[in-house]
């Protein structure tokens, strides 16, 4: 009997002891949370911190600024990656160099869009899509691009195009550069020689069938100018493209 008491009395006491090992364990994150909100300091006032409404850097050389309400994501200086640690960084202002920004932008008023358009619409954004960013290697040569667009369609498909009276583009389809089953309606400004900009309208297994196009241009030789649209805005190709190298030109720095 005096045994199995003392079992019963160190059953109780190892039990009892597990017991408040246990809420030991569990208070351990709940006191650093707790000293971590205490050295937070909550009670004192700080002064918040707002985005500069604009956004200013060097393309190329030439300083820019542009108001912060038409990036719908961080405009990209040069440096790390977006996608790296220790991006936010990377040197900003009017003294860095941009490596790309990103404009969402009504047409044909050229004003902010709404931000949410991007993330309801993506690619089919009811405005323009717009990217500036440095010419880089062999990116200013357009009838390299055009080729390298055109690369997993047949040869000599260029010799095939037809001028496109209602856009005033030539006009050829052909395969995705990837995705090979897929086509591509690919247009081009000019000469091939001498072409003005390139591009393509993508192609999906639902209506509308080309529901986005992509057309690329230099500007003065050293910025690279893409601009993602629906189908239906190519027939004001010409005039999009004049209207956004003057907001491009509007936009350098005064002195």
Aim: with cysteine.
């Amino acid at each position: 009997m005096n045994i199995k008491r003392l079992f019963y009395c160190l059953y109780v006491l190892v039990w009892s002891s597990l017991r408040v090992c246990a809420a030991v364990l569990l208070l351990v994150p709940v006191l650093a949370v707790i000293d971590m909100v205490w050295q937070g300091e909550p009670w004192n006032r700080r002064e918040r911190i707002t985005a500069d409404p604009i956004v200013c850097g060097k393309l190329s050389g030439v300083v820019y600024e542009f108001p912060r309400s038409y990036f719908p994501f961080w405009p990209e200086y040069e440096g790390k990656s977006s996608f790296d640690s220790g991006f936010v960084n990377n040197k900003k202002g009017c003294d860095a160099n941009l490596v790309s920004v990103f404009l969402s932008m009504t047409w044909p008023g050229l004003t902010p869009a709404d931000d949410s358009l991007i993330f309801r619409q993506g690619l089919e954004h009811e405005g323009l899509l717009v990217s500036y960013s440095p010419v880089v290697g062999r990116q200013g040569d357009l009838r390299n691009t055009l080729d390298s667009l055109m690369r997993s369609s047949s040869s000599g498909l260029v010799d095939l195009a037809k001028f496109d009276e209602g856009v005033g583009l030539y006009k050829v389809k052909g395969r995705h550069r990837v995705f090979e089953k897929d086509e591509q309606l690919f247009y081009w400004e000019g000469e091939l020689d001498s072409l003005g900009s390139v591009g393509y309208c993508s192609w999906r297994p639902r209506k509308p069938h080309y529901y986005y196009c992509e057309m690329i241009y230099v500007f003065e030789g050293d910025v690279l100018v893409k601009v993602i649209m629906r189908p239906d805005k190519l027939m004001y190709w010409s005039q999009i493209k004049f209207s956004l190298e003057r907001f491009l030109l509007n936009s350098k720095k005064a002195r």
